[in-house]
């Protein structure tokens, strides 16, 4: 394996992870909320942070691909599993790994607001703000990062990578292909 630099360390992420668990905590106070996850990135993130907030919850799992070569991806999304439960007048709150250009985010946020939720939020790890083309942004992000190709933690390149338990920064150019397919 080649040598990774740690941009977040596991300490330094589970504190963050309990951070934004309180203020969710305290948002939805009293109220169910529903988490929803996308696959395969925010699967470490949903468990640990579902696990810190102190409210009535349940969760569940949305796939999406983009089509796409393996060098670029068009910006085209793909459903590849939908949501299990009814979200109808439902606190409902999308969890993502990052939030990057936010073709991603913004597909889900519309597919999802049509299933007309009592309300909506985002909740992002990682926020590649400069990276933005799209008009859509995260009610609870964990850390704001720059135009780096981050690995660990659920994040992947070519799906190796996901179980390393820091967040680290793979040592090459940007590599797109690990935008393009399966998250
Ligand atoms: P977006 O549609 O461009 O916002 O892409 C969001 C998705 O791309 C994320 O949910 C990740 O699955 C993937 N992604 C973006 N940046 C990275 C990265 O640095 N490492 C791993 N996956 C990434």
Redesign the pocket.
């Known amino acids: 394996m080649a040598e990774l630099k740690v941009l977040f360390t596991r300490d330094q992420i589970a504190q963050r992870v309990c951070e934004l668990a309180q203020e969710i905590t305290c948002d939805f106070e009293g109220q169910p909320v529903i988490f929803i996850g996308?696959l395969?990135?925010?699967s470490i993130f949903l468990s640990d942070l579902a696990r810190r907030v102190q409210l009535d919850a349940t969760f569940d799992f949305i796939g999406v691909s983009?089509y796409g070569s393996q060098k670029q991806?068009s910006?085209e999304?793909r459903l590849t599993k939908d949501v299990e439960q009814p979200l109808t007048g439902k606190n409902v709150i999308l969890v993502?790994?990052?939030?990057?250009?936010?073709?991603?985010?913004?597909?889900l946020k519309r597919m999802l607001l049509a299933h007309e939720p009592r309300t909506f939020k985002i909740a992002?790890l990682?926020d590649?703000a400069c990276?933005?083309?799209?008009d859509v942004k995260a009610d609870y992000v964990g850390f704001t990062?720059s135009n780096?190709?981050?690995?660990g933690y659920g994040?992947?390149?070519n799906e190796r990578y996901r179980n390393l338990a820091d967040i680290c920064v793979?040592p090459t150019d940007?590599p797109e292909s690990?935008?393009a397919l399966d998250?």
């Open positions: 996308v395969k990135g925010a983009s991806s910006g999304v993502e790994d990052i939030l990057d250009t936010g073709l991603t985010t913004m597909y992002a990682l590649k990276r933005r083309t799209q990062i780096l190709f981050v690995i994040m992947d390149y793979l940007r690990a935008h998250k």
